[in-house]
């Protein structure tokens, strides 16, 4: 008589099947892992490169639309650079006293005050503080032409990478005061 033939898999087929399934779901997975951190290495950068163009935009409209420079005055700002600015602004909407400034972790801060601002008065506190930019490492604001007396330089240096070696980012922008000082 014939042998029966057996359909099915015998348990060392099965175990070499599940071996090489093993080694082929390590390996996707191991090349989506550096997929996901490349983009996040690629991504982050850019979106530092962002927000700093974002807050050169924001200060530069504060600036053409500044009613006056409070902290440094604006006869201080000329010839010198400045890490911090207060600044009245005016728009259709609103009047109010905003200030920038750089703080000692390489944070850019976004101050409110009061509209009864006195420059070098021991109650200035703001009423509202707010981190608009991070990794700076150096920010600058003057008026360094002095035959254009209403052009206002902005200088912002990003560190864009922690790694050692690597440049910060320079962005700098020039506005026109519109108000008289």
Excluded: W
């Amino acid at each position: 008589m014939r042998a029966k033939q057996r359909s099915g898999v015998t348990l060392a087929e099965l175990a070499v099947g599940l071996g090489l399934l093993t080694v082929v779901v390590v390996i996707a997975a191991l090349l989506f892992r550096q997929s996901f951190q490349t983009q996040r290495a690629e991504e982050s950068p850019a979106r530092l490169k962002e927000d700093a163009r974002v807050f050169l935009h924001r200060i530069s409209r504060h600036i053409r639309n500044c009613e006056r420079s409070l902290d440094p005055s604006y006869y201080e700002l000329l010839g010198k650079e400045h890490s911090s600015v207060v600044m009245r602004v005016v728009t259709e909407k609103s009047r109010r006293v905003v200030g920038y400034r750089l703080t000692s972790e390489g944070d850019i801060v976004e101050l409110s005050y009061k509209d009864d601002y006195k420059p070098k008065a021991a109650n200035n506190e703001p009423s509202k503080r707010r981190i608009v930019l991070r990794n700076v490492k150096d920010f600058k604001v003057s008026i360094d032409d002095l035959t254009r007396p209403t052009l206002v330089s902005v200088k912002l240096e990003v560190r864009v990478s922690e790694a050692k070696g690597t440049p910060p980012m320079t962005l700098q922008t020039r506005v026109n005061l519109r108000h008289k000082q």
